[in-house]
């Protein structure tokens, strides 16, 4: 399987698990009754934390990650995969999990300069399409 192809694929794992920790710390901050509601907010409460940065780190990742979707698709459906294309899957790939991954531990340096690197990394795969 190509690399680009690869890092589709890990790039879906990690969309469909990164809701995940945000999800937990709601659980601990509103508890289970609330969880198996309607989810309606509680007055004086709201999550802080780690929490709230993995809820916000995965609603960057649903913001960004179609972009990349639709780059490896087409570049893959018009066989214009190359070694530019593997190196550019593969740093947004890897830039993506360290934003997450800086985004929940609070590094506010990091976490801008890995959403850059995987937007540049994006647009690269965007404009080979053409």
Not at 14 to 35: D, E, M, Y
Not at 72 to 81: H, Y
């Amino acid at each position: 399987m190509r690399i680009e192809y690869i890092s589709l694929l890990v790039m879906t794992f990690l969309f469909l698990f990164a809701w995940l920790p945000g999800s937990i710390g709601k659980v601990k901050t509103f508890g289970g009754r609330w969880a198996n509601s309607n989810r309606d907010p509680i007055p004086g409460k709201e999550l802080t934390g780690w929490a709230a940065r993995c809820e916000r780190a995965h609603n960057n990742l649903k913001d960004n990650l179609p972009g990349f979707i639709v780059a490896i698709l087409i570049l893959g459906q018009t066989n214009q995969f190359d070694r530019g294309t593997e190196l550019a899957s593969m740093i947004y790939l890897i830039s993506r999990m360290g934003h997450y991954i800086s985004y929940a531990i609070g590094n506010v340096t990091a976490r801008a300069a890995l959403f850059f690197v995987g937007l540049f990394s994006n647009i690269y795969l965007l404009l080979k399409c053409f």
